[in-house]
Nanobody, 122 residues
Framework: QVQLVESGGGLEQAGGSLRLSCVAS????????MGWFRQAPGKEREFVEA????????YYADSVKGRFTVSRDNAKNTVYLQMNSLKTEETAVYYC???????????????WGQGTQVTVSS
């Protein structure tokens, strides 16, 4: 079992930055592919970014290319999502997820955090 806890959400103005963290417990994070997703009210959960088990290859949605960056610190059992140049339409609950397998951009992850709210104001 893996427990994931996100933090770092909050209220930010459009064009600003936030850094989300996801701390894992129960298992070593290095064993898992890690993903970030978001869900706005009334919308489906959507893929944002993901990173392979070993530090390296990243996968991202076109909408966040060049603005968001996922990273991981396996020694700290933590995954991060740096979000720059935020847009109002990116207001959502952001979730991290762990997958015992290769990275996928669907919601087919094995473990999920409870989410952290990100609100971007104009």
């Amino acid at each position: 079992q893996v427990q994931l806890v996100e933090s770092g959400g909050g209220l930010e103005q459009a064009g600003g930055s936030l850094r989300l963290s996801c701390v894992a417990s129960g298992r070593t994070l290095s064993s898992y592919s890690m993903g970030w997703f978001r869900q706005a009210p009334g919308k489906e959960r959507e893929f944002v970014e993901a990173i392979r088990r070993s530090v390296g290859m990243r996968y991202y949605a076109d909408s966040v290319k060049g603005r968001f960056t996922v990273s991981r610190d396996n020694a700290k059992n933590t995954v991060y999502l740096q979000m720059n140049s935020l847009k109002t339409e990116e207001t959502a609950v952001y979730y991290c997820a762990a997958r015992d397998g290769v990275v996928v951009t669907t919601t087919r992850y094995d473990y999920w955090g409870q989410g952290t709210q990100v609100t971007v104001s104009s």
